[in-house]
């Protein structure tokens, strides 16, 4: 009796080209070079990418590829180790500012809250471990950004953005002019751009394996728009340290 494995089987080794293909390649792909590698027409290699995406075992970054968090376990040990080594300088941050510390990594097109120390204060602006937020809307998200080499930037710019409150940058031209802001300056604002009553400030963690970024959120009460910039200016200060450790973290 013949089997009728063969279709699956195929599809099996299918996937298994792709993964490799991703995971050999020196930096990431786009989906016409991931179809020409693994010898599959485009429409067929979207299809097997969107798949493995929903799984979480491709990350896509704007128009490009690569494996994602579920082939990265020591991406996980890793920001086990930095959540560790970070904790009690967000801590003495936090009770500096009286605001709550964020600290993100880039995540395809999302920034994910890696720790968060909340303020004591009654009302405060606070995330959760885990939680994910648009690159666009953040200021974390707008510093991790501003750090993408130029053909990631600019898929990223072409991809729609949803407008996540009134303030919001969703015309290409505008983010763009931003991110150039924030790359010259060395930080990033969220002018209740994320939540209608919330600011954020935020800076770069340069020097580490995964592209990261610490901010301090506050409701707009608090901390008012002319006072970001000198904020930002603060936490590079302060932060030192806190870099200084986290980039003797090993990969």
Known sequence: METTSAYPIRAVDRVCDLLDTLRTATNQLTLTEVAERIDLPK???????????????????????QLGPAFQPLHDEYLARI?????????????????????GALAGEEVVHVEVVESNQSVRLAASRGDRAPLHSTAMGKVLAAGLDGDHLEALLKRHRDRVTEHTLVEASDLRAELARVAEEGYGFDDCENQPDGRCVAIP??????????????????????????????????????LADLQSVPQ
Do not use: K
Not at 43 to 65: C, F, H, N, P
Not at 207 to 227: C, D, K, T
């Open 43 to 65: 429409s067929s290699t979207l299809r097997y990418l969107s798949a493995l995406e929903a799984r979480r075992y491709v990350l896509r970054t704007g128009d490009t590829y």
């Open 83 to 103: 959540r560790e080594v970070a904790l009690p300088h967000l801590v003495r941050l936090r009770d500096h500012f009286g605001e709550t510390i964020n600290l």
């Open 205 to 242: 963690l340069p020097g580490l394996a995964i592209p990261m970024a610490l901010s301090v959120s506050a409701p707009s009460s608090r901390l008012e728009s002319s006072g970001m910039a000198a904020r930002g200016a603060e936490m590079q200060e302060l932060c030192q340290p806190l």
